[in-house]
């Protein structure tokens, strides 16, 4: 069974802790991250769904970030990520 998130608009850094406890709670199951809504996106939180994205690839388990706004890509690139550090899995012509 696939387990869904959605992330808040403000992916600020008081919502890291709550996103790496959501996410540790669900670490046996596979994963889907809705980041439409997002408009704000921290380091910290691109951190935690980061260090994630990789644990859940070491274990074998799908985890997948959809759906990114522009606003959440953009965090991303200035942090030098590619969509696939942080799950985003997109097709060859940059479409998710």
Do not use: Y
């Amino acid at each position: 069974m696939t387990s869904s998130i959605s992330l808040p608009a403000r992916l600020d850094s008081k919502n890291a802790p709550g996103l790496a406890e959501e996410l540790m709670a669900l670490a046996d199951t596979p994963v889907r991250i809705d980041a439409s809504s997002v408009t704000v996106g921290s380091t910290l939180c691109l951190q935690v769904l980061v260090a994630e994205a990789r644990q859940w690839s070491g274990a074998g388990r799908d985890f997948a970030v959809e759906s990114p706004s522009k606003p959440f890509l953009d965090a991303c690139a200035i942090l030098g990520l590619s969509p696939a550090d942080i799950g985003i899995h997109l097709s060859p012509e940059g479409q998710e």
